[in-house]
């Protein structure tokens, strides 16, 4: 079945330094989708990327998506404290099964 | 409204007992989901319905049973659960379930599940 990877599993920074996560899928993927969870939160959506390429920014945020539509990555500009909690990526195939698999995560701690 | 609200937020449960998890969202979304997390894990889907009906099952166990009385209720009926079972148990709606592009995700709080 489908599976989406995502590296590193957890991530130590100092506040103000920049991170990054990467999404690998073993299939091409329709669009992506990233959510943040926060220590005994739930997921919140963050942004969905469709297009082959496609690269969006929110504030400190930067999303991509890649040529191929096979990975993702978020980098954070300039961490800051209220940037702790755990990312996700979660992508569906262009056919058959299309619910969203979830990605590994990654655990993000700032350190202020 | 953005908000998915689940009840009850905590529950502890003996293995031959009945219990059920409930879901609301009132935002007019026509798709609704549980998922499965156990800790330091990603969410795991179980159910996805859509128009109030089944539309995926993860090869979820018979122990657990879904119900979709009406588009903004998402009932999850459990029955002779395992300790295995004990996970938080995830609410999330959205407009719609694809057909083409996904849509956003907004999910409930959650419910905490001990089986015992």
């Known amino acids: 079945g489908q599976q989406v990877m995502q590296i590193p599993q957890y991530q130590h920074v100092q506040e103000g330094e920049d991170f990054t996560t990467y999404c690998n899928s073993s299939?091409?993927?329709?669009?992506i989708q990233w959510y943040k969870q926060r220590p005994g939160g739930h997921p919140v959506f963050l942004i969905q990327?469709?297009?082959?390429?496609e690269v969006k920014k929110q504030k400190r945020l930067t999303f991509q998506f890649g040529e191929a539509k096979k990975n993702s990555s978020l980098h954070i500009t300039a961490t800051q404290t209220t940037d702790v909690g755990t990312y996700f990526c979660a992508g569906s195939r262009d056919t058959g099964r299309r619910a969203l698999t979830f990605g590994s995560g990654t655990r993000l701690q700032v350190q202020p | 409204d953005t908000e998915v609200t689940q009840t009850p937020k905590h529950l502890v449960m003996g293995m031959t007992n009945k219990k059920s998890l409930k879901c609301e969202q009132h935002?007019?979304?026509?798709?609704m989901y549980w998922y499965k997390q156990k800790a330091k894990k990603p969410p795991e889907l179980m159910f996805v319905?859509?128009?109030?009906?089944?539309?995926i099952n993860e090869s979820v166990p018979s122990r657990f049973s879904p119900e979709c009385p009406n588009s903004s209720l998402l009932n999850l009926h459990l029955h002779a659960l395992q300790p295995e079972d004990s996970a938080l148990y995830l609410c999330?709606?959205?407009?719609?379930?694809?057909?083409?592009?996904?849509?956003?995700?907004?999910f409930g709080p959650g419910t905490r599940l001990t089986v015992t």
């Open positions: 999330a709606s959205s407009q719609d379930f694809p057909g083409g592009i996904n849509y956003e995700q907004y």
């Open positions: 935002m007019g979304h026509r798709a």
């Open positions: 299939t091409t993927l329709s669009n």
């Open positions: 319905y859509s128009y109030e009906k089944l539309s």
């Open positions: 990327l469709v297009k082959s390429g």
